[in-house]
């Protein structure tokens, strides 16, 4: 059961959450001390990651553990993950937001970006291929993975390498794919797409609270992919991080369709940019929000990244605070190895093997093992009876809810949330109300025997 089977506007590919960046650690009524550990089903982006170690507390370390639904999924995660560890001495803060946010939600991006994208990507292909039994680097690891799966992510981080080789002489038309999914989705609405685009912004969004998403920077989104616009630039490479195959029946075959098949409805505004723990960036004048979806999801990113830096183990250059910014200003240089990553006291992220999680259950190690299992929207169906079996005394489950699938109409949203309330039921978990009004996920905690 998912939420996403009856609507083409999510897409098939989820390369961002449905919901706001959560303090996992925080979601519910037991304040989680010590070492937790997290499994991440689906949730497509570091959101919630970068999330929780920002408000991981000096005491605390952190494991998570990731499985995803698709390996394409997984090299994006490694690669936002990888600039977002990028020390501030080799990528200022600023810059290092601008990149990541136009890696996570731009169908183009500018040739700084390229650059840095094809220097990241083939790091990660060294990285995949070069660590077998022990991680090279303490926050990442993909020792896990299967060999295929460590053979399709160099597949995928080549593919990118090379699509930014070749975009120079003969470009992608990543504005044809793009329109394709805006006729496939709007169909015989697309001659009065902007009222659509109109409608869907202010009759849902905004109805959502969501009003601090423009108007302006949606309309230019949803036409054209661009939801990130920091500086005077020419956006016209494509982001091959966003790209991927379909496989369609033609006559009785199969095709493989390279194209961009996912969200082209909610936006990727919803994971940073209309919650913030500043309440200044919410203020409005004359009823309209002062900053925009855009500006939250540059200053919430810049807390994260700050948060970050403030729990690396080791600098590794002497370099200060202020020297580190002023570099920043030069032109941007990649760590030459993973090992020039920041590693981040306390903090560890585990990539599993995409069809791992029923292994999980069967294995006497991750017994009672997991302090808080998180499900995405597209990966409830996942959520088993046996989902008791690995979850530690005072586990919480959290789920993603169908809020931000716009194409979904009420009755469609509730009755999606109240199946995911019988099968956390089903899996020996009951509802946690007590003062959460977050009806972005479902939060429920472990019955005791």
Not at 421 to 428: D, F, N, P, R, V
Request: overall charge neutral; glycine content about 6%.
């Amino acid at each position: 059961m998912s939420a996403r089977q009856a609507s083409e506007g999510p897409g098939c590919v989820t390369w961002w959450g449905f919901s706001p960046a959560c303090n996992l650690l925080n979601a519910g009524p037991v304040r989680h001390e010590g070492h937790s550990n997290v499994l991440l089903i689906g949730s497509s982006d570091p959101r919630h990651i970068l999330k929780t170690i920002a408000g991981l507390q000096d005491k605390q370390s952190l494991h998570v553990w990731v499985i995803e639904n698709c390996m394409e999924v997984v090299a994006r995660q490694l690669l936002l993950l990888y600039l977002a560890l990028m020390p501030k001495e080799v990528m200022g803060i600023n810059e290092k937001t601008e990149v990541f946010l136009e890696v996570f939600g731009n169908s183009e991006i500018r040739s700084q970006t390229e650059e840095t994208l094809r220097r990241a990507a083939s790091q990660l292909s060294f990285f995949v291929t070069e660590t077998l039994e022990t991680a090279t680097h303490a926050c990442l690891d993909t020792t896990l993975l299967k060999f295929r799966e460590r053979d399709e992510l160099v597949r995928i981080f080549k593919l990118w390498i090379q699509s930014c080789s070749s975009e120079r002489s003969a470009p992608l038309l990543m504005a044809k794919a793009w329109d394709y999914r805006v006729r496939q989705h709007l169909g015989t609405r697309y001659d009065s797409k902007k009222g659509c685009f109109d409608w869907d912004l202010t009759m849902k969004l905004h109805e959502k609270g969501c009003g601090v998403i423009n108007k302006h920077q949606y309309v230019r989104w949803r036409e054209q992919g661009l939801a990130f616009e920091m500086r005077e630039g020419i956006y016209q490479i494509t982001n091959p991080t966003l790209l991927s195959s379909r496989i369609f029946s033609q006559r009785g075959d199969k095709v493989a369709v390279r194209g961009y098949w996912g969200d082209i409805v909610s936006s990727p505004y919803i994971s940073f940019g209309i919650e913030t723990d500043d309440k200044s960036l919410l203020k409005t004048q004359n009823g309209q929000p002062i900053k925009t979806a855009q500006d939250i999801s540059f200053a919430n990113l810049q807390v994260l990244f700050q948060s970050l830096s403030s729990r690396r183990s080791c600098l590794t250059t002497s370099k200060s605070d202020r020297e580190a910014e002023e570099a920043s200003t030069q032109p941007s240089q990649s760590p030459d190895r993973i090992n020039d990553l920041m590693d981040v006291n306390g903090v560890s992220v585990t990539f599993l093997p995409l069809d791992s999680l029923q292994k999980l259950l069967e294995k006497q190690k991750y017994s009672q093992f997991f302090n808080i299992i998180y499900f995405s929207t597209s990966c409830v169906h996942q959520l088993q009876p046996m989902m008791r079996q690995i979850a530690a005394p005072d586990a919480l489950l959290v789920v993603e809810l169908a809020k931000f699938i716009l194409d979904l109409n009420k009755e469609q949203e509730a009755g999606f949330a109240k199946k995911v309330a019988h099968m956390a039921l089903e899996a020996g978990f009951e509802q946690w109300c007590e003062g959460s009004s977050n009806d972005a996920h479902a939060v429920f905690i472990l019955q005791k025997n």
